[in-house]
């Protein structure tokens, strides 16, 4: 499995941002996806994870209400709709894919995407 994010950019405090992260291959619903995030001097965090349908998803506490995690299998993509930002969302966003069921830390994705700057001024 191949990932591709896009999206990110420079956005002032309280605006909105929508991550997307494109996956080959042609089994993508077999896949749950996850968002995570780094921030310069910071270890890479969860912030939002979806079930292979869809039908489930999970925040980080950081994140919730703000964000919306969403697929869509028809495409092989995965979204992340960023709204009322921050400046401590700055970090540079993830996309991950594992097969099956997720877990909350890093070593349980299989698969990585290279990440996506988002920058949130103040």
């Known amino acids: 499995v191949q990932l591709q994010a896009s999206g990110g950019g420079l956005v002032q405090a309280g605006g909105s941002l929508r991550l997307s992260c494109a996956a080959s291959?042609?089994?993508?619903?077999?896949?749950?996806m996850g968002w995570f995030r780094q921030a310069p001097g910071k270890e890479r965090e969860f912030v939002a994870g979806?079930?292979?349908?869809?039908?489930?998803?999970y925040y980080a506490d950081s994140v919730k209400g703000r964000f919306t995690i969403s697929r869509d299998n028809a495409k092989n993509t995965v979204y992340l709709q960023m709204n009322s930002l921050k400046p401590e969302d700055t970090a540079v966003y993830y996309c991950?894919?594992?097969?099956?069921?997720?877990?909350?830390?890093?070593?349980?994705?299989?698969?990585w995407g290279k990440g996506t700057l988002v920058t949130v001024s103040s």
């Open positions: 291959g042609r089994t993508f619903s077999r896949y749950s």
């Open positions: 991950a894919a594992v097969r099956g069921s997720y877990g909350l830390g890093p070593l349980e994705w299989d698969y």
């Open positions: 979806i079930s292979g349908s869809g039908g489930s998803t």
